[in-house]
């Protein structure tokens, strides 16, 4: 049982930490390796709000997931921006450079200590009897559901988000229709640092802080992003929860080592068995 | 002489990426494959020559070149179950495929201690005629081979891109569909030419053994994929010179700052300052020189019929009558 929920909620970070990547995917047309970074920045910039500065840890959480997705829009527009017209290679391996420095930066500012934020370890919650899951657990759970259920009101009810989706489907088209391509990839990108980096400080708070985090979070997110189908925002969600699970319930089975391994394993399963992913089509 | 020593080291290093490099722009640069799979074959190469040379009872015990050619070909038997499952995937199915291969034979190989050694690997490995070259000139002899086979890698790779099965591969590369059309098969040569350029990688991954003598798991992260890839894209993708030039160039760069003298508390600071030049460095190229330092040429057909014309030598197979006869109109 306790796998179960431990699955739950690394697919609930996932989720957080994916859907970023896939909105991008599905409006820029390229896999933005530095998505991964971005979690990182994230995590970082909430040890410096809360250890270093002394800040309460909610505020530190919502200024470190601003001040991300300011930043993650700054880097877009010097970096990204102007080599849009040099086609998908370009991005990708300038989203590639982009994560060097980022993370060559972050490590001569931090050093390689591995750190954590310090937070009290909170009580277990008792349901029947059996304590399931601490009260920082149930946190990160109830923030990916308000994430998951806000993009969803976003996507489905708000102009923006309609021409989100109408992009999506066919960036010509929607900006023939009058739909401001340039202010809604602006949000594109704000929003999906600010995920990043919330995804980030909750990976953080649920384990420790050290810099592989990027790298070794944004080969899972790839992985969930295929499977998922590509820039399909629900089939992501799903995606994450399935490679969550599948992940940490089968350290069950097999030696703890090699929990990453399974994510791969599924998704060279899914790519041979279904190679447009779990879920066909766009975003509804 | 020390100096010496830590150049040649240096070379060396470089020369090792810049045949990475090499191998892969055959599939890569040629063919355009996007393969981030290069750590794994790597890996396969390193660990199969390791365990076939390794005196028992870890290891077979056999002669260093039968190690070398069995790892090889342990290495082109893996690449192929590889491409065959995964290269009918296109572009980005097809990167985050092979990275994931290379990311579970980095976790196979730090989990599988009877066979690997776990995390700690081997160390103290036997390097080529080390018993012939007394100790401090041998990385300049290291050094020479690592060249020398550096330089047969460019020939080899030189003559490929030059052949008609090069001219096929770049039609694949730029249109795969009507390449398709002209009757092409498409999928058997993505195989041929992945598996000969994974062998290439683990053929390297020999010289890669001998080069740091131990050999672990955390030697072959994803970051050796990306320096290779920056390294071909800095010099120029689908170009050989390109791919030895972009790989000395960055190794030197990112090797360079280990000589700068700084106090221990500043080297992470340093770490991370190498980390930031590399990315700045690969940003910059494609923002300015999107080609690379050098383009890729192509030999036009029509510079190859006035050859033709003026000595009369034999025909290169492949140019084809259709061309001739049009030449010689």
């Not at chain 1, 229709?177 to 929003?191: A, F």
């Not at chain 1, 909750?202 to 189908?229: D, R």
């Not at chain 2, 700084?262 to 940003?283: D, H, K, T, W």
Request: net charge positive.
């Amino acid at each position: 049982m306790e796998y179960v929920i431990y699955g739950i909620i690394t697919g609930c970070i996932l989720i957080i930490a994916s859907i970023g990547f896939s909105m991008v995917w599905k409006t820029e047309n390229f896999l933005n390796i530095a998505h991964g970074q971005m979690l990182l920045i994230g995590a970082y910039m909430a040890y410096l709000f809360k250890s270093v500065l002394n800040l309460p840890f909610a505020l530190a959480m919502v200024l470190s997931v601003i001040a991300t997705a300011v930043l993650g829009l700054l880097l877009a527009k010097v970096f990204y921006f102007p080599v849009r017209k040099s086609g998908i290679l370009v991005l990708l391996f300038t989203s590639i450079g982009l994560s060097w420095v980022i993370y060559g930066i972050v490590q001569a500012i931090v050093g390689p200590q591995i750190r954590t934020f310090g937070l009290e370890t909170s009580n277990m919650i008792e349901v029947f009897g059996s304590q399931i899951l601490s009260y920082q657990e149930l946190l990160i759970i109830v923030i990916s559901v308000v994430c998951v259920v806000g993009l969803h009101f976003i996507l489905t009810k708000t102009k923006n988000g309609k021409g989100f989706r109408a992009m999506a489907e066919n960036r010509d088209l929607a900006q023939l229709r009058g739909i401001n391509s340039k202010k809604l990839s602006n949000y594109v990108w704000l929003l999906s640092s600010g995920l990043a980096g919330l995804a980030g400080i909750l990976l953080a708070m649920s384990g420790t802080l050290n810099m592989e985090l990027g790298w070794q979070q944004i080969l899972i997110i790839m992985s969930v992003v295929i499977v998922g189908g590509m820039g399909n925002l629900y089939g992501t969600m799903l995606a994450a929860l399935i490679i969550g699970l599948s992940m940490d319930v089968s350290t069950m089975i097999v030696p703890t080592s090699y929990r990453t391994a399974i994510a791969f394993v599924i998704v060279i399963l899914v790519l041979l068995i279904r190679p447009q992913g779990l879920s066909k089509g766009g975003a509804h | 002489m020390e100096i010496l020593v830590f150049l040649s080291g240096l070379i060396a290093l470089g020369g090792i990426y810049a045949m990475l490099a090499v191998a892969l722009n055959v599939n890569g640069g040629l063919l355009g494959l996007w393969d981030l799979g290069v750590v794994g074959y790597f890996a396969v190469g390193a660990y199969s020559y390791t365990l076939l040379t390794i005196d028992a009872p870890e290891g077979l015990g056999l002669p260093m070149i039968a190690g070398v050619i069995g790892s090889v070909i342990i290495t082109g038997l893996l690449s192929l179950f590889i491409g065959y499952t995964s290269l009918r995937l296109q572009s980005e199915y097809l990167l985050i495929t092979t990275f994931a291969f290379a990311e579970i034979i980095r976790i196979v190989a730090g989990n599988e201690e009877w066979l690997t050694n776990g995390n700690i690997g081997f160390f103290g490995l036997e390097k080529p005629f080390q018993e012939f070259i007394p100790g401090a000139n041998y990385m300049l002899f290291f050094t020479g081979l690592v060249l020398l086979s550096l330089a047969i890698f460019y020939f080899f790779a030189q003559r490929l891109a030059d052949s008609p099965m090069g001219r096929y591969m770049r039609a694949i590369r730029e249109n795969e569909i009507v390449t398709q059309s002209i009757g092409k098969k498409i999928f058997a040569t993505k195989l041929k030419v992945f598996v000969l350029s994974s062998s290439m990688v683990g053929l390297v991954g020999c010289f890669y053994v001998w080069y740091m003598s131990i050999i672990a798991p955390n030697m072959f992260t994803s970051a050796i994929t990306f320096t290779v890839w920056t390294a071909l894209v800095l010099g120029g993708i689908g170009n050989n010179r390109g791919a030895v030039i972009g790989a000395f160039v960055l190794i030197l760069v990112q090797e360079a700052t280990r000589f700068i003298p700084v106090p221990a508390e500043y080297s992470v600071v340093l770490a991370g300052l190498r980390q930031f030049v590399s990315g700045m460095m690969l940003i910059l190229v494609l923002r300015f020189l999107p080609q690379g330092l050098i383009a890729e040429k192509f030999k036009s057909v029509e510079k190859l019929f006035k050859f033709h014309d003026n000595s009369l030598i034999l025909e290169p197979k492949g140019v084809g009558k259709n061309a001739a006869s049009q030449g010689a109109e």
